[in-house]
């Protein structure tokens, strides 16, 4: 789920999410420090310090305050929220900000770790 930004036109998002946003800036084709926050949680398990080169964006973030941050991009001399998770109802949300298709942070191993891990936890029994 990449762009949670259009809740206007799909109120649902946020209520999924957690969080109501309008874009407050993007930094597009930049270098991105990834930090894990300090909270243990199954979708951290292996995840380290990391950059990749991709965008980036900057709020305001309205949080609910069941979210839990997982970890922060740090870009453009900011830094911004960049994947929480949440439990709704029954369900399992994760959201990973990195993936803009004209990037190739997909292929960074310790992205494809966070979405592995994150895959874990919202179905454990997917992989």
């Known amino acids: 789920m990449h762009s949670f930004w ?3 036109q799909w109120p649902e998002t946020n209520k999924l999410t957690g969080v109501l946003s309008n874009i407050g800036k993007v930094c597009e084709d930049t ?3 990834i930090t894990p926050s300090n909270v243990s949680h199954p979708i951290l398990n292996q995840i380290k310090t990391y950059s990749i ?3 980036i964006y900057f709020g305001p973030f309205e949080f609910e305050q069941d979210v839990i941050h ?3 991009g740090h870009g453009a ?3 911004s929220p960049f994947a929480w ?3 709704v109802d029954k369900g399992r949300v994760c959201y990973i900000q990195p993936g803009h298709e004209t990037n190739e942070s997909l292929y960074n191993e310790d992205l494809q ?3 592995i891990n994150a895959v874990r936890w919202v179905n454990p029994h997917a992989i």
Request: proline share 0%; hydrophobic share 40%.
């Open 113 to 115: 770790q966070l979405i």
């Open 31 to 33: 270098e991105i420090k």
């Open 53 to 55: 080169f991709d965008e």
């Open 6 to 8: 259009n809740f206007s």
């Open 77 to 79: 001399n900011e830094k």
């Open 70 to 72: 997982l970890v922060t």
């Open 85 to 87: 998770a949440r439990t």
